[in-house]
């Protein structure tokens, strides 16, 4: 099957600031074949409420996006405020939560001692060296500061 067009009829899709968000376009006009003035006023027009109906979604996007980082951090706070009688448990889920949270392989947090001013380092290995599923908290003297 052999597809032609015959007349293309292509806009931009703006933003209610009006910056070009997308392009729109439409193919071969029927019955006619082509495509006149009022036919560009309609898509134009059209085209207005499609481009803040797309503004609209994405902003909502975003705005579900920023409340489950919310709710995230929210849990955080909940969760240290729940481990604040254990240090080690405190760290190992300030440190589980950052990988989450943040999506990464490593995470460390570094600790100073003010009675000795001494630093000592916890690392939470990435989770393909577990051991046996059991998350790797390692510890490192950094010595004196």
Do not use: W
Request: charged share 20%.
């Amino acid at each position: 099957m052999d597809y032609r067009a015959n007349a293309v009829l292509c806009m931009p899709i703006c933003n209610y600031e009006g910056d070009v968000i997308g392009v729109a376009q439409i193919i071969n006009k029927r019955p006619s074949g082509e495509f006149d003035a009022h036919d560009a006023e309609l898509f134009q027009r059209y085209l207005t409420f499609c481009g803040i109906g797309v503004q609209n979604a994405q902003l909502f996007e975003v705005s579900v996006l920023e409340y489950k980082r919310n709710q995230i951090l929210l849990n955080l706070a909940r969760s240290i405020f729940e481990e604040q009688n254990n240090l080690e448990c405190l760290v190992s889920k300030i440190m589980r939560e950052a990988q989450g949270l943040l999506k990464c392989e490593r995470c460390a947090v570094y600790l100073l001692d003010l009675d000795c001013c001494e630093a000592v380092s916890v690392y939470l290995a990435p989770k393909h060296l577990s051991i046996n599923g059991t998350v790797l908290l390692l510890m490192h003297f950094l010595g004196p500061i």
